[in-house]
């Protein structure tokens, strides 16, 4: 069956390249892939599950994703997310290396955390700028 990592995660963003924006509109919100005209040039994109993150759940964790990308009335866009997923091919690194440089947070804020299945306690995320 596989074991699952969970990855919550929550931050605000800068503004963003459309191509960026549309990716995680994709994952965070419609969940629909095949818009997406290119994807951006990072490692995270030849991952087998990068579609999975911000979407899929088990019944290790929380058994359903919740996942929501908002922009407020100022034009503020924040991301939150938990969800958890086969992270066999580094995924969720991947991920948030690729979304690290869109963050907007000072050094050391903390963004959320990850936690495979079979550990108890959850590795921290913080911003790294």
Do not use: Q
Not at 39 to 64: A, I, K, N, Q
Not at 85 to 99: P, Q, R, S, V
């Amino acid at each position: 069956m596989g074991m699952y990592t969970e990855l919550y995660i929550s931050c605000e963003l800068k503004e963003l390249p459309n191509d960026v924006e549309n990716v995680l509109n994709a994952l965070f919100g419609d969940g629909n892939f095949d818009e997406l005209d290119t994807l951006p040039d990072h490692s995270f994109f030849t991952c087998p599950r990068w579609t999975m993150v911000g979407g899929c759940s088990s019944y290790y964790f929380t058994p359903f994703a919740l996942s929501k990308l908002h922009r407020d009335h100022t034009g503020t866009l924040y991301l939150t997310s938990r969800s958890d997923l086969k992270n066999y091919h580094g995924e969720i690194k991947g991920f948030l290396d690729w979304i690290m440089p869109y963050i907007d947070a000072c050094e050391g804020d903390h963004l959320g955390h990850f936690r495979y299945e079979e550990e108890e306690t959850p590795t921290f995320i913080f911003y790294k700028g």
